[in-house]
């Protein structure tokens, strides 16, 4: 995998003092820079990663991944193309990125030598099978806006306008497009520890629903709530970082 491949994928200053590697997934439509500043809110021992997914910003000419094991399996493989040490890994994925980081969790958990302390997932119930709720159908541009404007109403404005939206919306439409089909066969337990988080006002993923991520831990998932929408993580984003750096200590 080349250079260039890699620093696509990974975005993030690396740290060399310190003694573990955070990466961020970010939300269907979101980008790496939405963790932007992780890194300066987070102690120095904490090295913060975020990805950057295909069809968006610098990335507007790579074609999406079309299914879910696309994307788990390429991530997994700059993951592991990264490990220039020992260092531990923890993930964090927010929305569909949480979808994408339990996938590469368990991917990442089938490497032998390979220390993984840490899944949080934020804002997403655990995934589904298709016993449960079948692959549903890709939902129009009308349905993914109304979606949008639900979980986000200041950062659905994008989309309306004229100029940017023939942009923007083609990596959007990919996002929902991936979660509508994604429907693993089976649910994975993981042996890493979970943390499941949530605002208490979330219109997409109710409190309740954060501990269904107990279907495929061993451990239980720690359930931590704070107060918000689906993107309380942009107003609580001290309290929450906080809760990382407690838990990577």
């Given amino acids: 995998m080349s250079t260039d491949i890699r620093t696509r994928w990974l975005r993030g200053v690396r740290a060399p003092g310190a003694r573990i590697r955070l990466v961020c997934f970010p939300h269907a439509g979101g980008a790496a820079n939405h963790f932007h500043d992780w890194a300066a809110l987070t102690p120095p021992a904490i090295e913060v990663a975020a990805v ?42 927010h929305s569909m990125g949480a979808s994408v980081a339990y996938e590469v969790a368990r991917r990442l958990e089938e490497v032998p030598g390979l220390a993984l302390t840490r899944l ?12 449960e709720e079948p692959p549903g159908p890709v939902p129009t541009d009308s349905e993914i806006l109304d979606r949008v404007r639900l979980l986000d109403p200041e950062g659905a404005a994008v989309y309306e306008e004229p100029e940017l939206r023939p942009l ?3 990596a959007l439409r990919a996002d929902f497009g991936l979660l509508a089909a994604y429907r693993p066969a089976r649910l994975h337990r ?17 409190v309740e629903e954060l501990a269904s991520w107990s279907d495929v831990t061993t451990e239980g998932p720690d359930v931590r709530v704070f107060e918000g929408g689906h993107f309380y993580l942009t107003p609580r984003k001290e309290e929450l970082l ?5 838990q990577l200590s």
């Fill in 168 to 170: 923007i919306m083609p």
């Fill in 120 to 131: 949080f997932v934020s804002g997403r119930a655990r995934p589904r099978v298709p016993q």
């Fill in 242 to 246: 906080a809760l990382i750096a407690e």
């Fill in 52 to 93: 950057q997914y295909p069809g968006r910003q610098d990335r507007l000419a790579d074609p999406c991944p079309t299914t879910m094991d696309e994307l788990a399996d390429t991530v997994t493989k700059v993951l592991l193309h990264e490990r220039a040490d020992d260092r531990p890994l923890a993930l964090f994925g």
């Fill in 190 to 206: 993981l042996r890493t520890p979970v943390t499941a988080c949530g605002g208490d006002r979330d219109p997409g993923c109710a």
